[in-house]
């Protein structure tokens, strides 16, 4: 089993890259924000999971162990194969996933590509007790918690992804004054700043 793989970038696609380790290239499926985050010629720290089938061995990889947690349990549910989850985790934080499974929301999952009714409410059925939402705790209290998720709605509006809008306002609410964690728009403002115009969507 191969579990992590750290290596030189050679190769950046919108859901895969190519690292190359000990002289081997290994082409691994990544969400959407790994992929558009990875450099080529940058060093690149992979947690993997390798899918064993009669017709393909296939690398799947996280930049975090909590990612690659859920991904083994979206896994475990019934009619949820590997790029399914992969979508999922595209989409949807580790965060989002284990709210709207609190929640029993099955509305994040049916947002998700490929991802039908039935499958979204089995998600939620099948992976609840099995997954706990982090306590966050926001830089300035409740009221920049609000702000910040109207700023992630808002973004999610302009066509990102909440897994996308979500980090991207989270990031820029640590940087934020107090004025900006209080202003919808002014922390919106800085978002995008931040993010650029270069900024990939969905």
């Known amino acids: 089993m191969i579990s992590s793989l750290r290596g030189t970038v050679l190769h950046a696609a919108s859901d895969h890259v190519i690292v190359e380790t000990g002289g081997v290239g290994f082409s691994v499926a990544v969400p959407a924000d790994v992929a558009h985050t990875a450099t080529v010629g940058e060093q690149l720290l992979l947690h993997t999971n390798l899918i064993v089938r009669e017709d393909a ?14 991904f083994g349990q979206l896994l475990s549910v019934t009619g949820v194969g590997p790029k399914s989850a992969l979508g999922v985790l595209s989409h949807l934080t580790v965060d989002q996933i284990a709210e709207a499974v609190t929640a029993e929301d099955d509305a994040p999952f049916r947002r998700v590509s490929g991802i039908g009714p039935k499958t979204a409410k ?62 919808v728009p002014a922390l919106l403002r800085r978002t995008l700043a931040a993010m650029g115009p270069g900024a990939q969507r969905g």
């Open 57 to 70: 061995l296939s690398l799947y990889g996280f930049a975090d162990r909590d990612e690659l947690e859920i």
């Open 122 to 183: 089995l998600i939620v059925v099948q992976l609840a007790g099995k997954v706990q939402p982090r306590i966050a705790t926001a830089p300035a209290g409740g009221a920049a918690t609000a702000v910040t998720d109207q700023v992630t709605a808002a973004l999610v509006g302009l066509g990102w992804s909440e897994k996308v809008a979500a980090e991207a306002a989270a990031q820029t609410a640590e940087q934020a004054t107090d004025a900006e964690l209080s202003s």
